[in-house]
């Protein structure tokens, strides 16, 4: 079955740094790709979102890379703010076996003043 | 009321209680999911429905069930509660199955 495994449980940057955020995933017939920020005390909120077809996306701040041949995707922060300090979550679905989605464990990203 | 709506916020519970989360989105979703969160294991999936009228399991439904009587709401419940379901319990909708996923605020459940 689908596994999605994040690369690091914690990351902590440097306030004004960019951030990056990486996942892998296992079935090759994945084909979107979502990320979503968990704030303290909250649920988790979309961010930006990705299909097979694109290697690339990018909205305010944020750009979602997908390298389909290693099965890998990425989430890149610009201008990392405290704001920004959250729980990120990627998430991997697929239109096969009952249009499931696997949610990896996630990385807390801690952003220094 | 616009998204999805979560009660109560947070519940303390006895153990062989019966409890029922509810949950309501008004967003005319056709997929809702009922997730449990714990520290160190992420999101995972109890039980999900794909339409109104059907439901199906997910990685952890012994314990809880769901019924989808109408589109808006989709309610969790423990028969008999123990205190390994003490957990945050998130629901979501999406217009579609794997489509994005939108989230309520969660409600965090204690069974002692």
């Known amino acids: 079955g689908e596994s999605v495994g994040l690369h690091l449980p914690t990351l902590s940057v440097q306030e004004g740094d960019n951030s990056i955020i990486n996942c892998a995933y296992s079935?090759?017939?994945?084909?979107?790709f979502i990320w979503y920020k968990q704030e303290s005390g909250k649920g988790p909120q979309f961010i930006i979102d990705i299909r097979s077809n694109m290697d690339k996306r990018q909205g305010q701040r944020v750009t979602v890379l997908l390298n389909k041949t290693v099965k890998h995707l990425s989430l890149q922060i610009a201008a990392t703010q405290p704001g920004d300090s959250a729980v990120y979550f990627c998430a991997v679905a697929g239109h096969t076996g009952g249009f499931k989605t696997i949610f990896g464990a996630g990385t807390r990203l801690f952003v220094k003043a | 009321i616009a998204g999805i709506t979560q009660a109560p916020t947070s519940q303390i519970l006895a153990a062989g209680r019966r409890m029922t989360l509810r949950c309501t989105q008004d967003?005319?979703?056709?997929?809702m999911y009922w997730y449990r969160q714990d520290l160190g294991l992420g999101l995972r999936l109890i039980h999900y429905?794909?339409?109104?009228?059907?439901?199906g399991k997910g990685e952890v439904p012994d314990g809880y069930s769901v019924s989808r009587a109408n589109t808006d709401d989709f309610p969790l419940t423990l028969a008999s509660a123990v205190p390994s379901q003490t957990s945050v319990y998130f629901c979501?909708?999406?217009?579609?199955?794997?489509?994005?996923?939108?989230f309520g605020p969660g409600t965090r459940l204690t069974v002692l």
């Open positions: 429905s794909n339409t109104a009228g059907t439901t």
């Open positions: 079935n090759s017939a994945s084909d979107y």
């Open positions: 967003m005319r979703h056709n997929a």
């Open positions: 979501a909708s999406s217009e579609q199955g794997a489509d994005t996923q939108y």
